[in-house]
Structures are given as structure tokens and as C-alpha cells.
């Protein structure tokens, strides 16, 4: 369904003006694991939004659907538990990626090398304002 949140596949993507390879080139992505909005589709094309409002066409082979988070605030504390009481086991910079495992509601389970923990809804871009990811 649209929309949806993808990830890139590779450290190399292309987003290109309309959906094919022969539209010019507006800007390559090179960071493996960046959360985009998917909000149109063209047969193996997707129409996509990053977390700064850009938008484009990537060739659907570099895209994953694996769901990753990306802090889009200022550093953002990781709680041991879905609370602010909860004690805080790390605290991730504006631009973090972490792996987004789970959202049920206003928390995000979030994992990234050694540190697995939860970060309030707000926090991050990745993830439908809707949406109940479990």
C-alpha cells in the first residue's frame, strides 16, 4: 500500500526527476539503510520522500523493506522501557539510523549495535503517523 516507508538497499542510489533511467539524476543517496516514504508508484519505479522533504524516483532494486529509524531531532535519549521514568541506556545524535523493530504507540523499539531500547514516536522519521508496527 501507499504510502509506506522503505529503506535503501545500497550505499549508492540514485533519485532521479521522473520514473526511468533516462530522467536526469537530482541526487544520490549514500547511506544504506535510510528510511524513504514510498507515496506513488510506476511500474518497477517508486516516487519517494526523505526526512528533508526531497523527493524523486528510485528503480525499486534499491530499496529494501526493511524498516529503519532516522532521529530527526536533536540527540534523543534510548529508555530501557516505553517511559520516561525508565532508566536511559544510551542517547543517539540527530541523524542516527537504528534498526526499528517495533511502534505501537507513542514509543519505538529501536536496536543498533549494541543498544536496544525504546525512543519516543516524535523522535523519529520512519514511520506513519498512523501506522501500529509490530
Not at 20 to 26: C, R
Not at 45 to 51: E, F, L, P, S
Not at 116 to 128: E, N
Request: include cysteine; charge should be positive; proline fraction near 4%.
Amino acid at each position: 500500500p501507499v504510502p509506506r516507508f522503505v529503506s535503501l538497499k545500497f550505499n549508492k542510489v540514485n533519485l532521479r526527476s521522473g520514473p526511468g533511467g533516462e530522467y536526469p539524476v537530482l541526487w544520490q543517496y549514500r547511506q544504506i539503510g535510510l528510511p524513504l516514504l514510498v507515496d506513488a508508484e510506476f511500474g518497477v519505479w517508486r516516487k519517494v520522500r526523505d526526512a528533508d522533504g526531497t523527493t524523486g524516483w528510485m528503480h525499486s532494486a534499491g530499496l529494501s523493506r526493511r524498516r529503519m529509524a532516522f532521529i530527526h531531532k536533536s540527540m534523543t535519549k534510548i529508555y530501557k522501557r516505553s517511559n520516561k521514568q525508565s532508566d536511559v541506556v544510551a542517547v543517539a545524535e540527530k541523524h542516527a539510523l537504528l534498526k526499528l523493530e517495533s511502534c505501537p504507540k507513542n514509543w519505538c523499539r529501536v536496536a543498533a549495535e549494541n543498544v536496544k531500547g525504546w525512543v519516543q514516536r516524535a523522535s523519529v522519521w520512519g514511520v506513519l503517523d498512523d501506522e501500529n508496527l509490530n
